[in-house]
């Protein structure tokens, strides 16, 4: 076996802490991690990266001098380097070391990815209190911060209540400004997690609240690198050949679109390939409604015929066909002057990439949150734009029939959707978790019904049964 990865073996030099990372996966490494050390300024920006909820990635980063290697797989090869812009890994529940870096003021920029879930927010950005988590932490940050205790020993435990600790440890320390900087799948990331911070520190003190409204950036992001999780031969492959017991694997294509202001200062991110603009909707949606709504389409209608990749789904003509009439709807929805048909093409081959080993299962996770914000919605504006939306419904539709035809993934919307199947009329309760004003429209609840018992009679294992 091959020696561990170290600085100094790679000649990496150990750039000084300036960005602290929530929730240290596979994406940040091959994302936000990679345009860091990319950048021509890679030698003034290291970043701490704080695990979510296994401390294994930290454990095993701390191990080989935080390096690792990332390995660009595209349908004709493999190009493998080492990435050194991570210089401290953490357990998430290092709330020592995360009260240091908030109160250095030459910290500058937080970036997250903890997954949609992990935000603990509704659809409007208010904090969900009846989470217990995100509940006990606000419970725990008032009291701590009503007695003006020195907040050394206060418990943190959701990604909110460690952001606002952090935050009022840079009040009190007079640090100045930061930038947060959202990295999930979520429409409109930065003004949403916006709304939840100012809302959620305003549960916990005025003082507090009034500081993040003005000094707190929160950055909108579009991110866009598929990374599937780690194979056990890539792993295996890494260990043995680099060294390397914290791989990750991506396809080529990198892109990062921001919105905001960095008070602090940032990396030259943009000499990596990012870009920055005034406005990232029409980006956003182009990213979220075209590559992630097919994603979900191919994670709903792909087991229904029997596919467990997105490779094999995305070959399949079905499928690709409906694809293809969900693009034409959703561009249809997108403003003028933003490309889309390079961006299309480049999908499909991206999507077709058979190096690539994107399981099914995983896009899967939390489907009905995905398909309200994809499908449904395209469905939706295409309704109130005066068209008729026969993908996109047809699309929600396909979520409908895997649902009922049993191929479910875990999803934070579980007790509502098992009480839909319990119902009289599963078909028009589901898709009222998706979308209640679809449901709520005849002729929409019936182009679903049709095309759910269309696709439930191609499914393989429903049609023997
Ligand atoms: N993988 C991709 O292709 C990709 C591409 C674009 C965006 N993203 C975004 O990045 C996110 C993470 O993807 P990944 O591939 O790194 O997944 P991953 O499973 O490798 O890592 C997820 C990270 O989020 C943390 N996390 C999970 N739930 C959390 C919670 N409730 N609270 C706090 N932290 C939590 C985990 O501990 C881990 O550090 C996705 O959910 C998505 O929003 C991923
Ligand atoms: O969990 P989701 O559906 O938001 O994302 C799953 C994949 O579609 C996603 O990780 C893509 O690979 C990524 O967004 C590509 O940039």
Redesign the pocket.
């Known amino acids: 076996m091959t020696a561990t990865l170290s600085r100094e073996t790679a000649g990496v030099p150990t750039p000084p802490v300036r960005i602290v990372h929530l929730g240290l996966g596979a994406?940040h490494r091959a994302h936000q991690a990679w345009f860091t050390a990319q950048a021509t300024d890679a030698a003034e920006w290291g970043i701490a990266a704080f695990t979510g909820r296994s401390p294994a990635a930290a454990v095993a980063l701390a191990a080989q001098d935080h390096l690792y290697t990332l390995t660009r797989r595209g349908a004709d090869g493999d190009r493998t380097e080492v990435v050194g812009s991570i210089v401290e890994a953490h357990r998430g529940d290092d709330l020592a070391r995360l009260a240091d870096l908030f109160a250095d003021p030459r910290v500058a920029v937080v970036t997250l990815t903890i997954?949609?879930a992990g935000y603990r927010l509704l659809p409007d950005g208010l904090p969900d209190v009846a989470d217990p988590v995100l509940a006990a932490d606000i419970e725990n940050l008032r009291d701590a911060l009503a007695h003006r205790d020195p907040l050394g020993e206060v418990a943190a435990n959701s990604a909110l209540g460690r952001l606002l600790l952090g935050l009022e440890i840079r009040r009190r320390a007079g640090a100045g400004p930061i930038a947060i900087v959202p990295c999930d799948?979520v429409p409109d990331n930065g003004r949403w997690l916006r709304t939840g911070l100012i809302a959620t520190a305003g549960m916990v003190d005025d003082l507090l609240a009034g500081w993040v409204a003005e000094q707190v950036s929160v950055v909108s992001t579009s991110?866009?690198?598929?990374?599937?999780r780690l194979s056990e031969a890539d792993a295996a492959w890494a260990l043995e050949s680099r060294g390397d017991a914290c791989p990750v694997v991506a396809e080529p294509f990198a892109d990062w679109t921001l919105e905001g202001d960095f008070p602090a200062g940032r990396p030259d991110w943009e000499s990596a390939g990012a870009r920055f603009v005034d406005d990232i909707e029409p980006w956003e949606q182009r990213?979220l409604w075209l590559?992630?709504g097919a994603?979900?389409i191919l994670a709903s209608a792909g087991p229904l015929r029997g596919h467990e990749t997105v490779a094999e789904a995305i070959a399949d003509p079905a499928c690709r066909d409906l694809v293809e009439r969900y693009w034409g709807e959703a561009v249809a929805l997108l403003p003028e002057g933003i490309e889309h048909a390079d961006y299309r093409g480049a999908l499909i081959d991206r999507f077709a990439n058979p190096r690539i080993v994107?399981r099914l299962e995983?896009?899967a996770?939390?489907a009905a949150t995905?398909t309200r914000y994809r499908a449904a919605t395209v469905a939706e504006r295409t309704l109130d734009a005066g068209r008729v939306p026969d993908a996109s419904l047809e699309a929600v539709a396909a979520w409908v029939a895997g649902v009922i035809a049993g191929h479910r993934a875990p999803d934070s919307q579980d007790d509502l959707i098992d009480q839909a199947l319990a119902a009289d009329d599963p078909v028009a309760r589901l898709l009222e978790v998706v979308s209640p004003r679809l449901a709520g429209d005849a002729a929409s609840l019936e182009a679903v019904r049709s095309r759910v018992a269309a696709l439930r009679a191609a499914d393989p294992v429903a049609s023997a049964t």
């Open positions: 994406f997954t949609e799948n991110v866009d690198r598929i990374t599937p990213k590559l992630n994603h979900s994107h995983q896009i996770a939390d995905k």
